[in-house]
């Protein structure tokens, strides 16, 4: 099994530029999240969702959309990237949303917006 | 409202010695605690959990962390550093205010292992 996977690993984009961040699970799991990752800031919520076609804001979802359109892809579109969207971006997904649940997180995407 | 504290960014240990990462939550219901691990240019994995059936909770690569309720405390320990365990680490607690199973994390503390 892959886990989860995320595509692509590094992306520069310039302000005003459009991009879609792909994550995909092979571990049959419901629920899937993003993340953003800042220095000194830990990880913070973008959106996530808890099943095909269902999505719904986190802590930080301004300038970002996603959609679930198959249960095992979870999609992060930025629409007119900005400077402040610069980040590292990570993907999760876990089999329920239970409170003892384990997050399964991909390595990662490193987006840079000049 | 939940929210997680870790104290010190960056600890720096000599080979051998303890290691101790020191995190403090914040809930109004008792929580749901995570360790999670972080190596350079990879995403995180769950070192141990704490969901309320032992205090003392053990993890991979010779870890544990211990709840304690009074001290609203969850810090991870580690009686012996070797050079592997140069990482990020996260603390994270399971936000109570609904069952999608969100979590809060901690800023993060960088270790550095030296020889």
């Known amino acids: 099994n892959a886990g989860v996977t995320q595509t692509p690993k590094f992306r520069v984009l310039k302000t005003g530029q459009s991009m879609t961040l792909l994550c995909a699970q092979d571990?049959?799991?419901?629920?899937m999240y993003w993340y953003r990752q800042d220095p000194g800031m830990g990880l913070r919520l973008i959106h996530y969702s808890v099943g095909e076609g269902t999505t719904a804001k986190g802590e930080v979802p301004d300038g970002y959309n996603v959609s679930r359109l198959k249960k095992q892809n979870f999609l992060l579109g930025l629409e007119s990237a900005a400077p402040s969207q610069t980040s590292v971006y990570f993907c999760a997904s876990s089999y329920l949303g239970q409170r003892n649940n384990e997050q399964f997180f991909g390595p990662g995407t490193r987006l840079t917006v000049l | 409202a939940q929210s997680v504290t870790q104290l010190g960014s960056h600890v720096s240990v000599s080979e051998g010695a303890l290691v101790l990462l020191r995190c403090n939550y914040s809930s109004s219901v008792p929580p749901y605690l995570f360790w999670y691990v972080q190596y350079p240019n990879q995403g995180l994995q769950l070192l141990l959990k704490y969901t309320s059936a032992a205090t003392l909770v053990k993890g991979i690569n010779g870890f544990e962390a211990e709840f304690k309720k009074s001290e609203t405390s969850f810090h991870l320990t580690k009686p012996s550093a070797h050079m592997s365990d140069a990482a990020e680490y996260f603390c994270?607690?399971?936000?109570?205010?609904?069952?999608?199973?969100?979590?809060?994390f901690g800023a993060g503390t960088q270790v550095v292992v030296t020889p």
């Open positions: 571990m049959n799991h419901e629920y």
């Open positions: 994270a607690v399971s936000l109570t205010t609904d069952s999608w199973g969100k979590l809060q």
